[in-house]
């Protein structure tokens, strides 16, 4: 019942259109908090384990970065670190090209769905991947909300939605927050979702919703979200995009 049903991302509208150039101010402009927390990470240190290039790579491809963009891009940023260039194209490169159906069983992988992100592989020490909003320590998301600027009073608010478990709301109202609207006029379901969203607001694409009053509200226009307990069985793990993970454990398989 978990399953998720929406747009497929995989399928690339934006094939080409976004430059690598370009990632770091969308990261702070269109990314979802997972995402940008993932590029944060990913330019301080050069390098990300491999839970972290499984979602941030497949949410880069789903946004439009090509095969050959993907390649320069994760490139160029680990051999900066400790990765030398051979190492990255005999350890890496075949995962990228594997997760552009240009490998092995030449399946597209589709980028993860918050419900995924959410209900399963949660990070450990030393990982950036997941959702800020379920798999943070609420003292250091705080800090992160404070340091992206987000108001206090949206702070609170974003808190008490996390504390109720209600992960894709408080996402929500980051949105919100950090688009200068008061009402996000979609229900939030995916890392691509939001960034195709705050796309269309940027770029006037979307009539904005503003309610005078909107106290309350993000619990009533999103009743099809249930509040996601961790001791849930992860909701994902039969799902068809795990099947489709099988064989991919070659994607990035360096750690
Ligand atoms: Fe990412 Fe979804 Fe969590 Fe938002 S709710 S941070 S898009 S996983």
Known sequence: SHSYVGPDYSVQKNTGKISLEQIDALSVKSFPLCMRQLHRALRDNHHLRHGGRMQYGLFLKGIGLTL???LEFWKKEFI???VDADKFDKGYAYSIRHSYGKEGK???YTPYSCMKIIMSNPPS???YHGCPFRHSDPDLLKQKLQAYKVPSSGITQILELVKGMHYQLACQKYFELTHGVDDIGFSLNHPNQYFTESQ???SGGRELKKEPNNSGSSQQKSNSQESMNSNSTPASSNT???AELEGLEGYFNED
Do not use: I, M, N, S
Request: overall charge neutral; glycine content about 12%.
């Open 80 to 82: 900066r670190g400790k």
């Open 106 to 108: 030449r399946t597209d």
């Open 125 to 127: 020490q030393g990982d």
């Open 200 to 202: 269309k607001l940027l």
């Open 68 to 70: 050959e963009q993907a």
């Open 240 to 242: 068809t995009a795990d």
